[in-house]
Structure formats: structure tokens, C-alpha cells
């Protein structure tokens, strides 16, 4: 079954630094084509698109966000990390890892297949 | 960066009725690379719509994508219950930043 699965922690500090897992499953990063964006919602608000990272390690940034986070891969343990320092109550959300897929299809450049999301609030 | 405007806010319709979402880009957006996405409560958004109008696999046939440029829209003919959701438009392709719509709430009348 394919599969992304966010997880991290629920609640976080002011100022504190925020880490988050996409474990990957039925695919790997690996392959020419693969990539895994972030995006996030706060509370009743639209999606905000932040990061990507592409199979042959190309990352990409939300400009407003780009000094404040970092986005890397563990291929082998098929996993995505997000890290994003400084958090701020403004940085309550509910985070997603979704996939683009062009294997087989270079236009294929869209969200086929996103995870659940994980809650994350930011209070002291 | 490609500002997306979806208009209305929100649509109050009844089931069997017709429903038309439309997103407005602020400059045009190439190779038609415009997605539109169902978010249901509590859940991650759903592929719908790619490429301003290609169905996702799986997506019932009484969705339908259109336009090109700056305007698109999302047609959904004869609403069943299980349509009243947020749905969200989306511009894609190569090189970042991607931006989505703010939303239109398709809500039961």
C-alpha cells in the first residue's frame, strides 16, 4: 500500500525548533521522479505550501519561510524530515507531507497522494 | 509568485443540484498546470482534478475541470451528499513556489 505518514510532536515552545517525520511507504524518494513536498493549515485556513525534496536531493523553499526551515531525506529508512526553527504561536497547524509521482509522466508535476497530517501547536 | 483567487467563499446547494467553482490565477498559468483538491473535514486533501482537466483515478465522472490562462473552474454536475466539502485550486509544475486557493466551502443548503 502506498503511503506517507506524518508524525511529530503535538505541542511545541516559542522559540523552540520543530522536527517532523514523512515516513514514506510502497514508494521510495529514491526513484527518478519521486518527490515529497510539506505543506500546512492552520485552523480554518488555507493550504500553505513550504518545502520540497526532489529523488536526486534538490530542495526547494517557501521564500517567506526559506530562513526557518530544512528539509532532508534518509532514503534508507524511506523517511523525510522538516525541520523549522524559531517556532512561533503564528506556526499552529496541521502539517502535511504529500507526493509528486512522474514516473512515467515528466507533467506529472501535482499532489497525488498526501498523509494524514499531524497537529502541531505552538504555545508556551 | 501566482496569487489564485477562488470565488464564491462559500455555495450553499442541495443534493442533485449543480455546482460551479471557479479560481482565478493573477497571471497565467503555464502548460494549464492548475489541480483542484476536496478536503473533507478532519481529513488530508483528495486529488481531483489535473492538468485544469483530467480526473484523478477514481474520481466520479460528474466532476469536470475547465479553462486555461487565468481562469479555471470545477463543475460539479447532480451533488451527492458526500460532495459538501472545501475544495481548494492549486498551481503546479517544475519550479516552486506552488500556491493554492483560499477555498470554496460547498456547504448543504
Known amino acids: 500500500q502506498v503511503t506517507l505518514r506524518e508524525s511529530g510532536p503535538a505541542l511545541v515552545k516559542p522559540t523552540q525548533t520543530l522536527t517532523l517525520t514523512c515516513a514514506l511507504s510502497g514508494f521510495s524518494l529514491g526513484t527518478s521522479g519521486m518527490c515529497v513536498n510539506w505543506v500546512r493549515q492552520p485552523p480554518g485556513k488555507a493550504l500553505e505550501w513550504l518545502a520540497r525534496i526532489d529523488w536526486d536531493d534538490d530542495k526547494y523553499y517557501s521564500a517567506s519561510l526559506r530562513t526557518r526551515l530544512t528539509v532532508s531525506r534518509d532514503t534508507s529508512k524511506s523517511q523525510v524530515v522538516l525541520t523549522m526553527t524559531n517556532m512561533d504561536p503564528a506556526d499552529t497547524a496541521t502539517y502535511y507531507c504529500a507526493r509528486i509521482n512522474r514516473v512515467g509522466d515528466s507533467r506529472s508535476w501535482f499532489f497525488d497522494l498526501w498523509g494524514r497530517g499531524t497537529q502541531v501547536t505552538v504555545s508556551s | ?109
Request: proline fraction near 7%.
Open chain 2, 1 to 109: 509568485e501566482i496569487v489564485l483567487t477562488q470565488s464564491p467563499g462559500t455555495l450553499s446547494l442541495s443534493p442533485g443540484e449543480g455546482a460551479t467553482l471557479s479560481c482565478r490565477a493573477s497571471q497565467s498559468v503555464s502548460s494549464r498546470y492548475l489541480a483542484w483538491y476536496q478536503q473533507k473535514p478532519g481529513q488530508a486533501p483528495r486529488l481531483l482534478i489535473y492538468g485544469a482537466s483530467s480526473r484523478a483515478t477514481g474520481v466520479p465522472d460528474r466532476f469536470s475541470g475547465s479553462g486555461s490562462g487565468t481562469d479555471f473552474t470545477l463543475t460539479i454536475s447532480g451533488l451527492e451528499p458526500e460532495d459538501f466539502a472545501v475544495y481548494y485550486c492549486q498551481q503546479y509544475g517544475y519550479s516552486p513556489p506552488y500556491t493554492f486557493g483560499q477555498g470554496t466551502n460547498l456547504e448543504l443548503k
